[in-house]
């Protein structure tokens, strides 16, 4: 049921009944079996937006906001950028956040699975089963799909391990506006992220973007790159690649500053100003020959770098770079073993980092600083081409799917068949197991089986196939032998087939994750029943304030003031509104 203004409860002062308001004038409360229906139902509807792009034949959404409009069918994106305001329906955002953020594949899929599985609810809640005991169900059959399916999970000899990786980057990106160029780029993905060190942190893969060209220009570097700063005249004196060169960072200001800009000064003599300038000049100077003189050939700053230091570095033939970004830095730290000093006192060779070459290289119409064949390379750099600038960009977050797969992989390195078949498979499982358990969780687990099938039936649906016959026929191989386990949609030739056999390979932890998360996003909103919003409180905070009274009117009252009430007094501090009788 579901009611709008206050909610009030009958009491008896002294033999007098009068209502007492427990809930804020304008309060909208929504409550019982209509209210758990109308919360599946809006899950359902930001279900039905995205289930469209599953699948390597999905398709793609272009959301378009006040300041830009996105291409993509990443499950996650497309639903953040929906704006969605239902506050249950938010459930799915968050699950396809922690999704994306865990595992980073597989958004689409879990929000696809969680609408199923309420679906599957809502026929139950409607047939009057109580909300808890299918919560109950549920869970006993995610927990029975997760020991099945750590059973069906194989794991690659560690010899093959790279072709797994590569497997599985591919797999991921099947479904990408890239899916054609997918040998392309799981090949830079797995690079990238095996150049990292044990920790693989993926801020330390840096992406930049050109545009103009096609993606297959992209490329690793096997350092870092960063588009060249901001620099003065001096800058084209400077030489523009090395063998070998020495590498100093500092987080140091190497430019003159203006005295009125930054300090007040109080002379005697107007002669004592010179020396003051004279002194400032000193500094500057004695700050860049000791740069030159502890042999570095590349200077980069995160601060400032003026004309003066400019020009100086030019005459002894040292490269320098001014305002460099933090991350770059970092990056640069990590490639060639420099340190980053706040000081130019004391400089040694062993704060010195190096690499194989450093070059300028044009790319597009930019220009890049690259650093190559870093000895302690433990970073890596990312250059993405494009004609559009949102194919860059969808190309990026299809690059981060893909790099978060590989780091994943590299951890837990067990791997199931993609394409449906694992969902199948766990869904006969669970239909066996249904007919051993008595009472109506038979129909509860049941009806979780069948929910997993809505993964390989929403493929076969994308890709144009006709859903039933292609899970008539999944159906009828996974019942046949054990063999039939690894059978899922076979895309190519619009039927099924062997996905293991086709490297159709996913991490476990893909589909683990998903189907944890699917579950507990469906019984957290069945076990809402009640709904009670605020739009006063909601739009002027300070207004929510503890109130009670009768009638009419908000009334606040004391202790003293209810006693009084009892005894036919009047006990109210004061009124609000038009009070009441």
């Known amino acids: 049921m579901g009611s709008k203004g206050r909610v009030k409860a009958k009491m008896n002062f002294g033999g007098v009944p009068a209502n007492i308001i427990l809930l804020r004038e304008g309060t909208d409360t929504s409550q019982g079996k209509p209210q758990l229906l109308s919360n599946i139902t809006a899950c359902l509807s930001v279900v039905d937006s995205v289930r469209s792009t599953l699948g390597p034949r999905g398709m793609d959404k272009l959301i378009h906001t006040a300041k830009e409009a996105t291409i993509s069918n990443d499950g996650a994106t497309i639903i953040q950028l929906l704006d969605i305001e239902h506050p249950a329906a938010r459930t799915l955002v968050d699950i396809a956040k922690s999704q994306d953020s865990e595992v980073g594949d597989g958004t689409t899929s879990v929000v696809v699975l969680a609408g199923e599985f309420l679906r599957a609810a809502k026929g139950f809640v409607e047939d009057g089963v109580h909300p808890q005991a299918i919560i ?174 400019t020009q100086y570095f030019a005459d002894h033939d040292i490269f320098c770079a001014g305002r460099v970004a933090e991350e770059d830095i970092k990056r640069v730290i990590k490639a060639t073993g420099a340190r980053l000093l706040s000081t130019c006192n004391n400089l ?100 979780y089986a069948k929910a997993l099938e809505i993964i390989p039936r929403q493929v076969a649906e994308n890709a144009g196939f006709d859903s039933t016959d292609i899970l008539n026929r999944l159906r009828a191989k ?67 304030q503890p109130v009670g009274g009768m009638g009419r009117g908000n009334m606040a009252m004391s202790r003293a003031g209810m006693a009084g009430m009892a005894r036919g007094a009047r006990g109210a501090r004061h009124y609000r509104g038009r009070g009441g009788r």
């Open 136 to 309: 109950r169900a549920f869970r006993k059959a995610c927990n029975l799909a997760q020991e099945k399916l750590e059973q069906l999970s194989t794991r690659p000899p560690p010899s093959e391990q790279r072709t797994m990786l590569e497997r599985c980057a591919k797999t991921a990106l099947y479904s990408k506006l890239i899916a054609s160029q997918s040998d392309f780029f799981s090949k830079v993905a797995v690079d990238a992220i095996l150049r990292l060190d044990e920790d693989r942190d993926l801020d330390l893969v840096g992406i930049k973007k050109v545009p103009g060209g096609s993606a297959v220009e992209s490329f690793l570097v096997d350092g870092v790159a960063f588009k060249k700063t901001f620099s003065y005249a001096g800058f084209e004196m400077q030489p523009k690649s090395y063998k070998t060169p020495k590498i100093l960072l500092l987080n140091v200001e190497l430019e003159l500053k203006a005295e009125r800009d930054n300090a007040e000064i109080r002379l005697k003599d107007p002669s004592q100003y010179q020396s003051i300038v004279d002194a400032e000049w000193e500094i500057i100077y004695d700050k860049l020959a000791k740069c030159v003189q502890v042999g570095a050939n590349i200077v980069l700053s995160r601060l400032p770098i003026g004309d003066l230091a």
């Open 348 to 447: 040694t060779a062993e704060i010195l980092g190096t690499c194989l070459t450093f070059e300028e290289r044009q790319i597009g119409s930019e220009r890049y600083n690259l650093f190559l064949g870093c000895p302690k390379a433990q970073t890596a750099t990312i250059v993405l081409r494009g004609g559009a600038e949102q194919c860059i960009e969808e190309t990026h977050r299809s690059l981060h799917d893909a790099m978060m797969i590989v780091k994943r992989a590299i951890v837990n390195s067990t791997v199931v068949p993609g394409g449906g078949a694992i969902e199948m498979e766990l869904s006969k499982y669970l239909r066996g197991l249904s007919r051993t358990i008595k009472g109506k969780e038979q129909m509860l687990v049941n009806g």
């Open 478 to 544: 996974h019942h046949q032998s054990e063999e039939g386990k690894n059978f899922g949609v076979d895309i190519n030739q619009e039927g099924i087939c062997d996905t293991f056999a086709s490297y159709v390979w996913e991490p476990t932890l893909v589909k683990r994750n998903a189907l944890y998360a699917a579950t507990e996003a469906c019984c957290l909103i069945l076990s809402i029943d009640e709904t009670v919003r605020n739009p006063k409180s909601e739009g002027n905070p300070a207004d929510n």
